[in-house]
C-alpha cells in the first residue's frame, strides 16, 4: 500500500511517499532528500532543506504516523505548512 502526501509551498514542490514495506521518503522538486527504510510501527522523522534562489536555506521536517491510518505534518523552518488546516 502507497500512499502520498504533497504540497506546494513558496514555488517548491514538497512530496511524502509512505509505502507498508518500502519506507517513506521525501522529495523535493522530485530529488530524494531523505528516507527511512523498511517498517516504521509507530512514527517516522523526515528531513530536508529547500533552497531559495538568493541561497537561503529553509529546514523541512517531516512526522509520519497513526495508528489505523498514516497521518503527515510537513513543516518549514517549525511552521506546520500541511495539512493546511492544521492539526486537529
Excluded at 527504510?37 to 536555506?57: C, M, N, P, Q
Aim: negative net charge; charged residues 25%; hydrophobic residues 35%.
Amino acid at each position: 500500500m502507497k500512499k502520498i502526501f504533497e504540497v506546494t509551498y513558496k514555488g517548491h514542490h514538497i512530496q511524502v511517499e509512505n509505502t507498508w514495506f518500502n519506507g517513506e521518503r521525501l522529495y523535493v522538486d522530485g530529488k530524494l532528500q531523505d528516507q527511512n527504510l523498511g517498517f516504521a510501527f509507530d512514527r517516522a522523522t523526515l528531513y530536508g532543506v529547500i533552497k531559495s534562489h538568493e541561497g537561503e536555506k529553509q529546514k523541512i521536517k517531516v512526522s509520519l504516523g497513526g495508528a489505523i491510518t498514516v497521518e503527515c505534518r510537513i513543516f518549514v523552518d517549525h511552521e506546520l505548512i500541511y495539512p493546511e488546516h492544521g492539526i486537529q
